[in-house]
């Protein structure tokens, strides 16, 4: 499984991006999917992600309300839709996927397939 990212870009703080993420077969059926972001210095976190066959969505603390994952099965892609953004939400955000259990979702170790990044600079 191969996994495109991309939608990132420079935004004032407040505004709004949508993140792509496509597959390059179909993946939801089989794999959970998430999206974790990296800040310069700072470890991979954990961001948003959803089960397999998008059966439950899980946020961080620190986006809820804010971010929201979704997806587009005809085009194997899922999404992340980032409203209200802060300064501290810039990153690279990467999507991921993979036979993630659900009480280790928020866990990066569990997924297998990663994409390249895409960042994500908030301006205040």
Not at 30 to 40: D, I, N, T
Not at 53 to 79: E, Q
Not at 85 to 98: H, N, Q, R, S, W
Not at 111 to 116: D, I, P, V
Request: a positive charge; proline letters at 2%.
């Amino acid at each position: 499984v191969q996994l495109q990212a991309s939608g990132g870009g420079l935004v004032q703080a407040g505004g709004s991006l949508r993140l792509s993420c496509a597959a390059s077969e179909r993946i939801f059926s089989r794999y959970a999917v998430g999206w974790f972001r990296q800040a310069p210095g700072k470890e991979r976190e954990f961001v948003a992600a959803a089960g397999r066959n998008f059966a439950g969505t899980y946020y961080a603390d620190s986006v809820k309300g804010r971010f929201a994952i979704s997806r587009d099965s005809a085009k194997n892609t899922v999404y992340l839709q980032m409203n209200s953004l802060k300064p501290e939400d810039t990153a690279v955000y990467y999507c991921a996927a993979g036979p993630v259990i659900l009480s280790a979702i928020s866990a990066a170790t569990g997924y297998h397939y990663w994409g390249q990044g895409t960042q994500v600079t908030v301006s205040s």
